[in-house]
């Protein structure tokens, strides 16, 4: 029987993606002397992922690799208005409101009453604490997690700590990479919710997951209808 079910946090509760392209779109036109949009967005998820290892992901390290695309891709030839235009798109997206997606509130909130309730996510500790403290979603949440990376240790790591069983566990999220595949290989069950943007990283399935079953939803809102079908199975 579950007992703790798990969210990711952006585009799974809240708008994130949308907010990313935006910012990519402005980088585009910041370019557009030197290269074509093309070019702008191979390179700059290129960047983003070479630099993972470095600055992790999120916000911050987003924009790092915004301004090393910038650089790179017009020689060093950028000039510092463009590179400040970078800067106050960063900080404009930092102080974007939170924007819930459709049902979460209500699915969260009638959820709580009989489940246990966590977000798992990834980014930048301040940003997602930001967003997680003006979602008004803690009050149905017990635990609140900000990690590195989701992988199968990570998962391990949490439920291990917190003492949950593993078969008690559901992950759900809108990447298969991060949320879904490596929660179904240790054991748990993992639930994909389909979101109309996701970076392109996290479309990079580890070829030694895919074969791990999971289920899929179109939206949140059908997520209590497959819980009661899995608890009565």
Known sequence: ????????ADDTLWENEIYYQKAQDVLQDLLKDYC???????TLLETEIMNVPSYGYGIKSFGLSMIETALLLSDKK?????????LEIIKE??????????????????LSKNFRLMVITKGDLLDQERKFRNSQLSPFVEDFEVVNKKEMDTYRSILSRLQIPVQEFMMVGNS??????PVAAIGGIGVL?????TWEHEKLVNS?????????????KHLPGLIEKINLA
């Open 1 to 8: 029987m579950m007992t703790w079910i798990a969210f990711d």
């Open 36 to 42: 074509s949009p093309e070019l702008v967005n191979k």
């Open 78 to 86: 950028i000039d510092g208005d463009k590179i400040q235009s970078i």
């Open 93 to 110: 997206m930092i102080n974007t409101p939170i924007a819930l997606l459709p049902d979460v509130f209500d699915v969260m909130r009638s």
């Open 176 to 181: 298969l990479r991060s949320d879904v595949l």
């Open 193 to 197: 919710i389909h979101h109309h943007l």
């Open 208 to 220: 030694d997951l895919q074969d791990f079953p999971y289920y899929e939803i179109d939206g949140i």
